[in-house]
């Protein structure tokens, strides 16, 4: 069973630096289950969204708005996923979720059924 756990939301100054951390139990990075992992961001009054995005193969894609700010990596060997932020905005306010998207049986990655955290939360003041 795949579990996942955020650390390190809190409140900030806009213009500081976060880290966000989410630790993995039963799922190994890079493994031939490993269909790839996120962080999501659910700001207020809005859907969630996929912020950043890493393949399995450890490339990473970001949404427009955080490029140049946010940097999505992990440890294989600690099962951990970090999102380290920097120059934060008030509009990064919001709940921080981790997700993994296990591969089901042998099936493809397209079926693929997503894990997720609990959520952390972040408030960004100006």
């Known amino acids: 069973q795949v579990q996942l756990l955020e650390s390190g939301g809190g409140s900030v100054q806009a213009g500081g630096s976060l880290k966000l951390s989410c630790a993995a139990s039963?799922?190994?990075?890079?493994?031939?289950?490993?269909?790839?992992m996120g962080w999501y961001r659910q700001s207020p009054g809005k859907e969630r969204e996929l912020v950043a995005h890493?393949?399995?193969?450890?490339?990473?894609t970001y949404v427009d708005s955080v490029k140049g700010r946010f940097t999505f990596s992990r440890d294989n060997g600690k099962s951990t996923l970090d999102l380290q932020m920097i120059n934060r905005k008030t509009e990064d306010t919001g709940v921080y979720y981790c997700?993994?998207?296990?591969?089901?049986?042998?099936?493809?990655?397209?079926?693929?059924?997503?894990?997720w955290g609990q959520g952390t939360q972040v408030t960004v003041s100006s």
């Open positions: 039963g799922h190994i990075f890079g493994s031939w289950d490993d269909c790839g």
């Open positions: 890493m393949y399995p193969d450890g490339t990473t």
């Open positions: 997700a993994v998207d296990v591969r089901v049986g042998s099936s493809a990655c397209a079926r693929a059924q997503r894990r």
